[in-house]
């Protein structure tokens, strides 16, 4: 029970994502994706495996930051992207500093053509 609803919570997640990069004002499907910051770090994010003492020592990381989740995106919600290139996420990670953490007002931006997603 709990990998279903860990698998649900992390859908749920990333549909609330891609629906919020594709309310960003100027959003086109055309516009490469950059995803700043190494992980996703939510407070508001419930995680049914910290509850679940039975599964590596206490609790299994989350899977809104498995390795995988452009995948998880296509797979699970039919949703691909573009992603930034090199050159495009190095210009990202340098604009983006002062943006807040996802999921906040103002995590997801549209910067020199590019649509930034800033994690934690």
Same mark, same amino acid.
Not at 2 to 24: D, H, M, N, P
Not at 51 to 68: A, D, K, Q, R, V
């Given at each position: ?60 990381? =989350? ?7 452009? %995948?998880? $995106?296509? /797979? &699970?919600?039919?949703?691909?992207? #573009?992603?930034?290139?090199?050159? =495009? ?7 983006? %500093?002062? $943006?807040? /953490? &996802?999921?906040?007002?103002?995590? #997801? ?12």
């Amino acid at each position: 029970m709990a990998g279903y609803y860990t698998t649900e919570q992390t859908v749920s997640y990333f549909q609330t994502l891609v629906t919020r990069i594709k309310s960003t004002e100027g959003y086109s499907p055309e516009l490469p994706i950059s995803f700043v910051g190494d992980f996703y770090d939510d407070e508001s994010f419930s995680n049914i495996w910290t509850e679940t003492p039975f599964w590596y020592g206490g609790h299994m990381p =989350e899977l809104i930051n498995c390795y995988s989740t452009d %995948k998880l $995106m296509m /797979n &699970y919600l039919g949703y691909s992207y #573009i992603p930034a290139t090199e050159d =495009e996420k190095k210009r990202a990670e340098l604009k983006a %500093k002062d $943006m807040p /953490n &996802y999921p906040q007002d103002g995590s #997801i931006k549209i910067i020199d053509g590019v649509i930034v997603v800033k994690r934690g």
